[in-house]
């Protein structure tokens, strides 16, 4: 069984903080890895994909990827109140398995 | 902007009544994915089409079917909706790179 493994939180970090989110994946064979941020209600929006080991940095967000491990994590510098939701973790090829997610509060 | 819409928005039906969803791309992806999310859960895979080739998921139930007419469009039938079919519908589209967008999902309520 393949899976995405998260943390359901909530994780609450003060406005102007990193938060740092984690996931890991069970499926050596994952090519690709991304995060999606999940308003309550709302449908989710694609924030970072990365497919190599290291860091791929996006403005305030930072994807690192560990292959090894199976180990994906995002950083959100700066955080700021309407950063507050689910971040949800993927990974897979063109078929992606999702975590059920994690959800942060920002606080002012 | 190219997008992905879903409509409707909202759907309410009676427990046993068939109900259509529908979404379309302006995006020219090749892929098309339908999810189900309930609350608090991960989008779970239904289904998808790569191109006109339909592949089910094996946890599917045949209580849900999918048409994919042509590029931009693809429907979602729920031949009987139970009132576990309750939850959000999303579509998705991906293209040469595996990126999903998705569309803004159908709340479908089951009376």
């Known amino acids: 069984q393949k899976e995405v493994e998260q943390n359901s939180g909530p994780l609450s970090v003060p406005e102007g903080a990193i938060a740092s989110l984690n996931c890991t994946y069970s499926?050596?064979?994952?090519?690709?890895f991304f995060w999606y941020r999940q308003y309550s209600g709302k449908s989710p929006e694609l924030i970072m994909f990365?497919?190599?080991?290291g860091d791929k940095e996006d403005g305030r967000f930072t994807a690192q990827l560990n292959k090894a491990s199976q180990y994906v994590s995002l950083l959100i510098r700066d955080s700021q109140p309407s950063d507050s939701a689910t971040y949800l973790c993927a990974a897979g090829r063109y078929k992606l398995i999702f975590g059920t997610g994690t959800r942060l509060q920002v606080f002012p | 902007d190219a997008m992905v819409i879903q409509n409707p928005r909202y759907q309410v039906t009676q427990f046993g009544k068939p109900v259509t969803l529908s979404c379309s791309q302006t995006l020219n992806h090749n892929v098309m994915y339908w999810y189900q999310q309930k609350s608090s859960q991960a989008p779970k895979l239904l289904f998808h089409y790569y191109d006109k080739d339909f592949n089910n998921e094996a946890d599917t139930p045949d209580n849900f079917q999918s048409r994919r007419p042509n590029t931009s469009f693809c429907f979602l039938d729920i031949r009987s909706p139970g009132l576990g079919d309750a939850a959000m519908y999303l579509c998705a589209t991906s293209g040469d790179s595996n990126e999903q967008f998705f569309g803004p999902g159908t709340r479908l309520t089951v009376l």
């Open positions: 990365i497919y190599s080991n």
């Open positions: 499926d050596r064979g994952s090519q690709s």
